[in-house]
């Protein structure tokens, strides 16, 4: 089985400071990890992923993530937080040779001007 | 590109009616997409996972007489809600996903917000 976990319900951050979205996985073999972004009643937006290579994968609107294979975590990151980074995160993972995507929960993350 | 559309974006029905969500892949074809239900505030939840051509895979505990998913080309899945009731309502949130790519990354529809009243 594979799963993801998201254990902060929300992380609240000023604008900006740093950011960091946390994420542990458990799947089978290698994994495939991803980084979504979802506004108030929207579809998900993909931000970033790891397949294999450098584990520091650089996204989409500034934000980068890290993989740590001993840890099982792919945490998200931004540098400095934007007002419009206010979103749910979400970080997902797809074992090699699965079909489906598992989710994590979901974060809020709320960036106070 | 990677564009998934989702028609509607919202939609009103009343009880016991049915109603059909579209699920389109603009500008690649998708031999798999994906049927998601959101709950506020929580995360996704897979619903079925639709191939063309082929009878819908549907997660344990959907129940597929009630969520009738079509896959009839490669660019469009439909996902019927038959007698709908008011807990049918929901953020449905279809995905499709290009073959020809080794990460299987799944592209997301914008979703589609249907109220049962």
């Known amino acids: 089985a594979q799963s993801v976990a998201q254990p902060e319900d929300q992380v609240n951050v000023a604008e900006g400071n740093p950011l960091t979205v946390k994420c542990t996985y458990s799947v089978s073999g290698n994994p495939y990890l991803f980084w979504y972004v979802q506004y108030p009643n929207r579809g998900l937006q993909f931000l970033l992923k790891y397949i294999t290579g450098d584990n520091l994968v650089k996204g989409s609107y500034g934000f980068e993530a890290e993989f740590n294979k001993s840890q099982t975590s792919f945490h998200l990151k931004k540098p400095s937080a934007l007002v419009s980074d206010s979103a749910l995160y979400f970080c997902?993972?797809?074992?090699?040779?699965?079909?489906?995507?598992?989710f994590g929960k979901g974060n809020q993350v709320v960036v106070i001007p | 590109g990677a564009v998934v559309s989702q028609h509607p974006s919202w939609v009103i029905c009343k009880s016991g009616t049915s109603v059909k969500i579209e699920c389109r892949s603009l500008?690649?074809?998708?031999?798999?997409m994906f049927w998601y239900r959101q709950f506020p505030k929580q995360s996704l939840m897979l619903m079925a996972t639709s191939n063309e051509g082929s009878k819908a895979t549907y997660e344990q505990g959907v129940e597929k007489d009630k969520f009738l998913i079509n896959h009839a080309s490669l660019t469009l899945s439909t996902l019927t809600v038959t007698s709908a009731h008011p807990e049918d309502s929901s953020f449905y949130i279809c995905?499709?996903?290009?073959?020809?790519?080794?990460?299987?990354?799944?592209?997301f529809g914008p979703g589609t917000r249907l109220t049962v009243t």
């Open positions: 997902a993972v797809r074992g090699y040779g699965n079909n489906r995507l598992a």
């Open positions: 500008d690649f074809q998708a031999t798999t």
């Open positions: 995905s499709a996903r290009k073959p020809s790519s080794s990460s299987y990354e799944q592209y």
